[in-house]
């Protein structure tokens, strides 16, 4: 009985941990329409979403930390990576032995419910962080294409009806 409840918890918590996933995939995505749209104009800017796309929570916590400066946010999510990372590779890979042990796969529970509570604290600050980072792109997008109406420029084709995507190659 504890092995399901331990097995039906691991599968909240490693689902958690892919939202957080995308929610910095996201974030790091925005941060880059924001660079793109401040350079507009002064420099070109080329970045491949594929990286971002394929990058793992390591990675992309070090990406991120460019682009805040929350400190606590980054730390929490440091731990949290380690965790994750067990429970990835190791959360299932129960001999017999400690899956039918009823104290083993209670302590077990314990800790899975202590990592879901402490990755739901970082998707919550996450949450914010994903606010923040969307509210930059939109001011930046809204300023440029001001600054082209102020120039009587045409903004670029992808700049006309939404802010554009980054370069796919």
Known sequence: MTYQRYSDRLLLCLGTYQFIEETLRFC???CHATTKFRLDGYLPY????QGIEDAALGR???????YTVNEELIRDLQRIKKTRDYLAHRGLALTVEESSNEVFMSDLLTKLE??????DECFKQLE?????????????????KTDYAANNKTPPKAFEDKPPELDES
């Open 28 to 30: 790091l995505i925005r």
């Open 46 to 49: 080329h970045f491949s979403l």
């Open 60 to 66: 992309l916590i070090e990406w991120y930390k460019s």
């Open 114 to 119: 202590q990592a879901q509570t402490q990755a």
């Open 128 to 144: 914010g962080e994903m606010q923040t980072t969307d509210d930059a792109v939109n001011r930046a997008y809204k300023t440029l």
